[in-house]
């Protein structure tokens, strides 16, 4: 296990560095001007001025490598630019918006693993029945839908239409449909006050995808489980089908979604741009959206920078919790007497 | 698994021995497949819908009676459906139905354009990784790992913005240069996996070349999980394109794509709400749809379904 | 006075599927008694695990659709489901071919061992524990008290084997079902296995129901057989009737088929033909279209033989074949000439 660790621990220095390299690629090999777009974007119209601040800042005039030198000497010692407009560091613009974006993605994890592993372990047992059906179109529109057409669906649903704020229910469970109220938090992530009024609309979209995504790998995974010779020996020894289900088969068919739960990651971190813009969720999804209107080149690649470092790091510790619950990985391979 | 779980696996010819009369005869997989395919009341529907949706992009001229960029209907903005405009207009008059069925073919242009790239590019390289292995295997997979750890949206968006000036082409270029990813450890890994297997073995020992053990016997069994995924792929591209359109990083005004109506309809959310879900509408039935032939078609391809009632 | 545990009447299961409709096992009776080792022999496709599979209702797709099976005054095929789960491990137990798709990867196999006690007998986390290093123990498994604890794949495949029989016999099951339990093995460490099944069923006086489509096993452990073909049981009597006194061609093709060690330089006789489908089983007799002794049409193609005694043998010898009795005498005539 431990050796397991280390090599994926090292792996990660060569793919970091190629992605980063990359994103060094993207923003200032690609474009025809970097310069300019950093300055304020084609569509703003510098004064050379500016365009030559920004090349003297940035060094951008100089040859390809030194500036591939550079960037990675600044992203070192992480200084992540300035954002053209309003000057304020990236630095300082993540530390703002970050905090905001993980308590959104805590809460979109936990409805993930919650709702989708139950979803899916229910549909697999009940296969080809209608809860089965329905949960199977349900899942699928739900993965269809576009993330910021259900996130604006729930606003008007909730805002405009007679839906469920205008019913009869009292005042604590009217649910807000922009912003992030008084903003107050226990232990970083759990909403106090008038805080989780605004938090459960935005979670709800935001996990989405990816709750769908992990009901039908459950679903998925729990069939193959339950075709499974081991789960025929649980019957064999006089189990009872709950236990047969809930002893044996569970704790197998979950080692995949595990997995998936990493890899999701991504698809929430792309989805919390749109739902963050949706629900007007300050985070960082929401300063990268602002930030691709802006043509803001410094603060998109900044955040980009660290989304990128927060995802390997995720799915390293996915990697490595999966190898600790299937013992095959955990203890090596077998022992031959 | 033993057969006793499989009973159909008793029903066909033994393998290899010469059968003697009264054994009934093994049904040919493809027939097998489109049997299980008909029977999935899902993927026909979605079938239908995709087929539906392309002869109204194609004859779209005949189906609508608006221009969707130029008629604008003066006077009547943001107006909701009505006899004249099926699904009312737009901000600028624009009647939205037209708008919708014109964006069909930007959708599925892209969606399919843009999927057909990514297989091109990711079956290629697994294929070669996969068959290969040794050195050109990790280089691929390296290279790959690279382009992983940037989440796919993110990487798209980043392309799009730094490079998009709004063209079609662009855009298509971008999403399947980010696509392929997926494809490419499936492919693999099945190639990998195949490779040891013991027919490719018995065509080596025949004296078969190993192009053409690679294209005639390994890659027609890769493709199977290579035809789901692409189906698929297209509901996800069409997504992408949305998002991109929406972030304003895809095609721009005032081509007719649903990403972008959905983006200028959220102004007015509010009091002319047909602006945004119409698109989205459209959006969510045209994935959904592909989404469920791709499911289709994965359980009707997958032997291990057979006889599960 | 040996007493009878199982009795099996008539026992018939089908399978519907999108082809049609399987007649896996169609009208198959056989009795088990205390002490003794029944194997049932056949092809792949035979019918065999079907059959005992069904007593337990271990096979979700399977339809029983007649038939009677008596284990201690009670009907298994109409057994209320919680008595079924009763019996399953504490009364009938069984162990299947592959102990490594068989056993859960992720559960040590101490646990797995012991969670047979704690359901049956309600004995506590320690308790079981320390019986699954008991059962470890004799089924021979060395340093039992360190290997409780290892994972399934940290056995070798005789010693999984082995665990599993540990398993199968933690509540002392008066009868035992091994479903080709040697079959994955390699042939050094079947013979031990093989053994060991032995010694357990004499320790604890059960009966053991061997499938299997192995004859050298048969001959080693067996005392009785019982040979099936195409979901039917074809011929049933003593291992030594069997292998020396068959009353049925089809028996008398596996027996022929069996490469000998020490018959060099003979070619081998297979049984022609290949095994039926169970969808369109063969009219009459289902062994008609592949037997040297078939008089077609009449009446091997069109009748269907009765499972019953020979005349001039003995009455627990049965096969299902309308010239038995022919096939005895020519055998007889062959030894009075040699």
Redesign the interface.
Known sequence: MTSYIIRRVL?II???F??LS??FF??FA??GDPAE?IAGGADRNPSPEAVAQVNDRYGLDEPLIEQFADYWKRTLSWDLGESYEGRRSVNEILGETAPRSIRLGIWAIIIEIVVGISVGLVSAIRRYSISDKLT??AT??A???????LG??L??WF??LPGPNKWDLPQWAQLKTQGRGDDSWLLFFIPTGDTWRHLVLPAITLASVSTALAARMMRGSMLEVL???YMRTARAKGLTERQVIGRHGVRNAMLPVVTLIGID???T???S??TE??FSWRGLGYT??EA??A?D?PV?LGL?LV??LA??VINLIVDISYAWFDPRVRLGGSETR | ?????Q??A?????TG????????EA?PLGRDVL??FRRNK?AMLGLAFIVLLILAAIFAPLITSYDPIHDRARGQYRDGPSAEHWLGTDTIGRDVFSRIVYGARISLRIGILATALSLLIGVTLGSIAGFFGGIIDSIVM??T???L??????LA???A???GRGKENTVILVLGLTGWLAIVRVVRATFLGLKELEYVEAARALGFSRLRIMARHVLPNALQPVIVYGTIAI?GVI?AE??LS????GVFDPTPSW?LM?ENG?RD??NA?HM??FP?LA??LT??AF??VG?GLRDALDP?L???? | MTETLLSVRDLRVE??????V?K?VDGVSFDVARGEVFSIVGE??SGK??AC?SLLGL?P?AKVVGGEAWWKETDLLQARPELLRRIRGGEIAMIF??PL?ALNPVHRVGRQIGEMVRIHERASKREARDRAIELLDLVGIPQAERRVDNYPHEFSGGMRQRAMIAMAIACEPDLLIADEPTTALDVTVQAQVLEVLLEIKDRINSAIVLITHDLGVVAGMADRVMVMYAGRAVEMGTTDEIFYDMLHPYTVGLLASLPRVDATGEELVPI?????????V?AGCPFH??CDYARLPTPCSTVVPEFDPVPGKNPDHRSACHFAEELAGERERGKARA
């Open positions: 792996l060569p793919t970091v190629g992605a990359f994103l993207i923003f690609l474009p777009l199977t179109i699928a529109a993965s269809a839908i576009p993330v910021f057409v604006y669906f606003q008007y805002a405009v075709g499974a010779d990651f991504g698809t971190i792309g989805a741009i749109l813009t949706v990268i959206a691709i209107d043509r080149l998109m980009t989304v990128v995802y390997t | 698994m033993t057969f006793v779980d009973p159909e008793l029903t066909g010819t033994p021995e010469a059968g003697i009369a009264d054994v009934h049904q049997r299980r899902l390296r290279i790992d690279m382009f750890a940037i989440p796919y949206i993110v968006i980043a392309i913005t730094v490079v509901g997504l949305a998002a929406f972030l304003g990083v990403g959905i959220r959310l509010a709400p945004l879900f989205g959006v969510l994935v959904l989404v469920f499911d291990k057979r006889g599960r009632e | 399978f519907h599927t999108d082809a049609g399987v896996a792949s496709g695990s079907v599979m096979i797709n071919q592959d798709t022609r033909g290949a095994p039926p489908s169970l969808i369109h063969p279209p592949r």
